[in-house]
């Protein structure tokens, strides 16, 4: 019986895997590029299994695609780059690779909330420019971490915190008094969360229940001299009234890895002193590409197996 074809349609980021992990359980295509839309419509178009992480699937690809059985999203939040529903609507399993960067992306935010917080980057900027100019920050130590989603992220941003000395709070979806215990965070409510923190880490995956769930009400509440990290993804806040927000100083800073709109062209947020940014990188360390890849692979072979697993269940 013929192997089913499987094409990892756009792996440009990763080191070459060593030879063909899948030879004889599937017939494996990699793609170590970054395709434009119209060459990643064309290598799905006979595949039963696709393996992707940057262009969008769209729905006409998927419909282009009469044999596609299951899709792996190289990543977490899949719902940004594919709609699942519609997928499942036809058939198609669509999987993810969980906790492959919590370590890396978690890292990643508690280096943004040290430059926000002692303004290492204003510093820099100005250092540059020959200029010698004192930037007064704040101790972390004793200070509030509030944690928005308790997923492999959050449950790192939180071990970090703890170890900081910090007072560490969080909302979830699940909170439960043995989760509390086992992470040492305090569940509050969002407002409270939004109110009471010094430093907010966005931690939530994306769907359609979290997609603008920062807005103006809950900016509106963050105490004077806060700062919001975002290491989860830029559709969580509303980006209008976060600007707003910004300009007009009610909020004192921004750290961000990920953006409405990416790659960013033209992000008025780049225009503001009090924003620090990153080009969506939180993830990119040897190890967490290295798990990304495994994970993915691992699907593929659970699906051929009969026993798919990282289903990707939309809220």
């Excluded at 595949?47 to 419909?63: H, K, L, P, Q, R």
């Excluded at 002193?273 to 939180?282: F, L, M, R, Y």
Aim: charged share 25%; aromatic share 6%; hydrophobic share 40%.
């Amino acid at each position: 019986m013929a192997l089913k074809k499987a094409v990892f349609a756009d792996i440009g980021v990763f080191e070459p895997l060593e030879g063909d992990p899948l030879e004889g359980i599937v017939d494996a295509v990699y793609h170590y590029d970054s395709p434009d839309a119209a060459t990643l419509a064309q290598r799905c178009r006979d595949a039963s299994i696709v393996v992707w992480g940057w262009g969008n699937i769209t729905n006409e690809i998927i419909d282009s695609s009469p044999n596609i059985e299951m899709i792996v999203y190289i990543g977490v939040g899949a719902a940004g780059q594919i709609d699942v529903k519609y997928a499942n609507s036809k058939g198609i399993i669509v999987t993810n690779t969980p906790h492959y960067g919590d370590l890396a992306v978690a890292e990643h935010g508690i280096a943004l909330m040290f430059a926000s917080a002692r303004k290492l980057v204003q510093a820099d900027r100005s250092m540059h420019k020959g200029k010698w100019e004192s930037f007064a920050g704040t101790e972390l130590r004793g200070s509030t971490m509030g944690i928005v989603g308790l997923g492999g992220v959050g449950v790192v941003l939180a071990d970090i915190g703890n170890a900081l000395g910090m007072r560490v709070i969080c909302n979830t979806r699940r909170p439960s008094p043995e989760r509390a215990r086992k992470h040492k965070v305090e569940f509050v409510e969002l407002d409270e969360l939004m109110s009471t923190s010094d430093h907010i880490q966005l931690a939530q995956a994306l769907n359609d229940a979290t997609q603008g769930m920062i807005g103006e009400r809950e900016l509106e509440l963050m105490k004077k001299g806060a700062q919001l990290i975002n290491v989860a993804r830029g559709e969580l806040v509303d980006q209008k009234a976060l600007l707003k927000g910004l300009k007009e100083g009610r909020i004192a800073g921004y750290a961000t890895d990920v953006f409405e709109v990416e790659p960013v062209k033209n992000d008025p947020l780049l225009d503001l002193d009090n924003v620090i940014s990153s080009p969506h990188i939180a993830y990119d360390t040897p190890g967490a590409k290295k798990n990304l890849l495994d994970i993915a692979v691992d699907n593929v072979r659970a699906y051929v197996s009969g026993q798919p697993q990282n289903i990707y269940e939309v809220p």
